[in-house]
């Protein structure tokens, strides 16, 4: 609910940082941790098993239609915010890249358990 609130406040409500493309970073890194979030919270007791497609696509919906929803709100409330198709690229990339996490832990559990 707070990333909600924060992601509709009025720029000038936030606390000014200059460094090139910050926002496009932070994008990222919360939607990367969101579906990785989602996806675990999603599959249930078996943290380690094999991956899971159903809860893995579920959770990229949810985050893609949640950022979707963001942007559209920040395109058409006209607080100082505007939807920008970058950052929806950004949201994506981190939805993505989270995926590929979740492949990679697995692979390495896999790994572990067949050397033990």
């Not at 000014?16 to 939607?31: A, E, G, N, R, T």
């Not at 950004?90 to 492949?103: D, E």
Request: aromatic residues 14%.
């Amino acid at each position: 609910m707070t990333v909600t609130v924060l992601s509709l406040a009025p720029p000038s409500t936030l606390p000014s940082v200059s460094y090139p493309h910050l926002d496009k970073i932070v994008h990222f890194i919360f939607y990367y941790i969101f579906l990785i979030l989602w996806y675990y919270a999603l599959r249930g007791e078996d943290t380690f098993g094999p991956v899971k497609k159903k809860p893995l696509l579920i959770a990229f919906f949810m985050a893609f239609v949640y950022g979707t929803i963001v942007e559209v709100l920040q395109y058409t409330m006209g607080k100082g915010r505007s939807g920008d198709i970058l950052d929806a690229l950004a949201n994506t990339t981190g939805m993505i890249c989270g995926i590929f996490t979740v492949i990679l832990v697995n692979a390495i559990n896999k790994t572990i358990k067949r050397v033990n």
